[in-house]
């Protein structure tokens, strides 16, 4: 799964630059961590299920509670730590972040009961839903414009290779009481993250927001090297900060602004991509996946292998997002491969149907699984994160945008709880086949409500908004 782009507060990039000092690669690299921690430990839990489900016992239900536990506290760390970063700075809320990340890692294989591990995965979802939060906005923050896309992707791809590491991990790990070391290790990564964030710069925008101009500017000077016009950016920033303080306040005015005619277009397009985002059975499929091909038959072995496949087509699929949401375009991207997604996921159900254990069905499914993680993670999963930002007017965005990340989480927490009980109920191939079917719908979504927003400025999309134009035909950048 991808991380989101927050919106853009950038200052204008000036030419002539000289090289950028080592530091600002160790901001983004360090920080970049709970990008690995974020998808380590959301997937290993794929992995350690087959095995702690036999020791602790657990029930179809207890199993999804266990899944599913991380997200419900990511749904509480991420509104958490906005409140926190805003208040106490980006990087102690990151350093409190890896503490969170190591304490939950240990509790998580130490634990002796599945409500022991419930509360472990509770802890960890804090920490989850606080990198999602600050991670991205810290990067965005500190690093110059010029370098700000490629160093939030590497904060996505980031993700992508945790989840790759957990399927290797587990794969490497299985056996008996292998899923203890699963969860422990990641507890390695988090104080690295705590020890390398402690002598990084603090956010030259927060500190200047909190008026200390004299610290923001000390700290430019060491993230942008001595040629840089320090003063000129400092004031560009308080200018920025001027403009945010039109903003609504209030809890009444933010949700009579959300209420708008006018906002309310952009509002469906950012809950429903964010809704469709896991409605389209990514996270069923990056959860359950070695479960559901163990339980169809294929072994523990060829079930774990298939996750470090999975990995590997998470990576690949945010690479190829990464470079074609500015190349091909956010809304044709989406248009090109969500049929491609819904197709593979509706061959892999139907391939579930011929039983026997064939080689030709395994390497059926296989082949289906891997090309639907590749196709709806190269669109939905890149998309999904920078939709809500461009098209989402400013004065309301800070606010519509945690709600668009509160619906992703919960859609989430519903697919976790409902994927292994609903293949219970109704068999596998029926639930692939809605989930095949979901991606059928959200590609009319798309084609009906969500506009093209590559190589458009934000005023230029709020204009359109204003106009009322916002509709999947709004007219393309040139």
Same mark, same amino acid.
């Given at each position: 799964?991808n991380?989101?782009?927050?919106?853009?507060?950038?200052?204008?990039?000036?030419?002539g630059?000289?090289?950028?000092?080592a530091?600002?690669?160790?901001v983004?690299?360090?920080s970049a961590?709970g990008?690995?921690?974020? !998808?380590?430990?959301?997937?290993i839990?794929s992995?350690?299920l087959?095995?702690?489900?036999?020791?602790?016992e657990l029930?179809?239900?207890?199993?999804e509670?266990?899944?599913?536990?991380i997200l419900?506290?990511?749904m509480?760390g991420a509104?958490?730590s906005g409140?926190?970063?805003a208040?106490?700075?980006r990087?102690?809320v990151?350093v409190?972040?890896?503490v969170v990340f190591a304490?939950?890692?240990l509790?998580?294989?130490?634990?002796?009961?599945m409500?022991?591990?419930v509360?472990a995965r509770l802890l960890? !979802?804090?920490a989850?839903?606080?990198a999602?939060?600050?991670v991205?906005?810290y990067?965005?923050?500190?690093?110059p414009?010029?370098?700000?896309?490629r160093?939030?992707v590497?904060?996505?791809?980031m993700v992508a290779l945790?989840?790759?590491?957990s399927?290797?991990?587990g794969?490497?790990l299985?056996?008996?009481g292998?899923?203890?070391?699963?969860f422990?290790?990641?507890a390695?990564?988090?104080?690295?993250?705590?020890?390398?964030?402690?002598?990084?710069?603090?956010?030259?925008?927060?500190?200047?927001?909190?008026?200390r101009?004299?610290?923001?500017?000390?700290?430019?000077?060491?993230?942008?090297g001595?040629?840089h016009?320090v003063a000129a950016e400092v004031e560009e920033?308080?200018?920025?900060c001027r403009e945010?303080?039109?903003?609504p306040r209030?809890l009444?005015?933010?949700?009579?602004?959300l209420r708008?005619p006018w906002?309310?277009p952009?509002?469906?397009?950012a809950?429903?991509?964010?809704a469709f985002s896991?409605?389209t059975?990514?996270n069923a499929m990056?959860y359950y996946?070695?479960?559901?091909?163990s339980e169809a038959g294929?072994?523990?072995s060829?079930a774990l292998?298939a996750?470090?496949?999975?990995?590997l087509?998470?990576v690949?699929?945010?690479?190829?997002g990464?470079?074609?949401?500015?190349r091909v375009?956010?809304?044709r991207?989406l248009?090109w491969?969500?049929?491609a997604?819904g197709?593979?996921?509706?061959v892999m159900?139907v391939?579930?149907?011929?039983g !026997?254990?064939?080689?030709v069905?395994?390497?059926t499914?296989?082949?289906?699984?891997?090309?639907?993680?590749?196709?709806?993670?190269a669109?939905?999963?890149?998309v999904?994160?920078?939709?809500?930002?461009e098209v989402l007017?400013?004065?309301?965005?800070?606010?519509a945008t945690?709600t668009?990340?509160?619906?992703?989480w919960g859609?989430?927490?519903?697919?976790?709880v409902?994927?292994?009980?609903?293949?219970?109920?109704? !068999?596998l191939?029926?639930?692939?086949?809605?989930?095949?079917?979901?991606?059928?719908?959200?590609?009319v979504?798309?084609?009906r409500?969500?506009p093209?927003?590559?190589?458009r400025?934000?005023?230029?999309?709020?204009q359109?908004l204003?106009?009322g134009v916002?509709?999947?035909?709004?007219?393309q950048?040139r």
């Amino acid at each position: 799964m991808n991380l989101p782009a927050p919106a853009d507060n950038a200052v204008v990039p000036r030419p002539g630059r000289s090289r950028q000092p080592a530091l600002l690669y160790a901001v983004a690299g360090i920080s970049a961590l709970g990008g690995l921690l974020f !998808g380590y430990d959301t997937g290993i839990i794929s992995s350690a299920l087959l095995d702690l489900a036999k020791d602790l016992e657990l029930t179809t239900r207890e199993r999804e509670i266990v899944v599913s536990a991380i997200l419900v506290g990511a749904m509480i760390g991420a509104p958490v730590s906005g409140v926190l970063s805003a208040r106490h700075g980006r990087r102690p809320v990151i350093v409190a972040v890896a503490v969170v990340f190591a304490g939950g890692s240990l509790a998580s294989a130490a634990a002796d009961s599945m409500s022991a591990l419930v509360a472990a995965r509770l802890l960890l !979802g804090l920490a989850v839903g606080g990198a999602s939060n600050t991670v991205p906005v810290y990067i965005a923050e500190t690093v110059p414009p010029a370098l700000r896309g490629r160093l939030i992707v590497l904060f996505q791809l980031m993700v992508a290779l945790g989840q790759l590491l957990s399927y290797l991990v587990g794969y490497a790990l299985a056996g008996p009481g292998g899923w203890r070391w699963m969860f422990g290790l990641a507890a390695l990564p988090a104080l690295v993250l705590m020890a390398g964030m402690l002598p990084l710069p603090e956010s030259p925008r927060w500190l200047v927001e909190r008026g200390r101009h004299g610290v923001a500017e000390r700290e430019l000077s060491r993230l942008r090297g001595p040629e840089h016009d320090v003063a000129a950016e400092v004031e560009e920033i308080t200018s920025l900060c001027r403009e945010g303080d039109r903003a609504p306040r209030g809890l009444r005015a933010t949700l009579r602004a959300l209420r708008s005619p006018w906002v309310r277009p952009a509002l469906l397009v950012a809950l429903g991509i964010a809704a469709f985002s896991q409605l389209t059975g990514i996270n069923a499929m990056v959860y359950y996946a070695p479960t559901l091909l163990s339980e169809a038959g294929f072994g523990d072995s060829v079930a774990l292998l298939a996750g470090v496949g999975i990995g590997l087509m998470l990576v690949l699929a945010g690479v190829t997002g990464a470079v074609s949401v500015d190349r091909v375009g956010r809304r044709r991207l989406l248009l090109w491969l969500l049929p491609a997604s819904g197709a593979a996921m509706a061959v892999m159900g139907v391939a579930f149907l011929s039983g !026997g254990g064939s080689a030709v069905q395994r390497w059926t499914v296989v082949g289906a699984l891997f090309a639907y993680i590749f196709f709806n993670g190269a669109s939905m999963q890149a998309v999904v994160w920078l939709i809500a930002p461009e098209v989402l007017p400013l004065a309301v965005r800070g606010p519509a945008t945690s709600t668009a990340t509160a619906t992703l989480w919960g859609f989430d927490l519903l697919i976790a709880v409902t994927a292994l009980t609903s293949v219970q109920v109704f !068999g596998l191939t029926p639930t692939l086949l809605c989930y095949a079917a979901m991606n059928g719908l959200c590609w009319v979504f798309v084609l009906r409500r969500v506009p093209e927003t590559r190589g458009r400025t934000l005023e230029d999309i709020e204009q359109g908004l204003r106009a009322g134009v916002m509709r999947g035909n709004a007219r393309q950048p040139r």
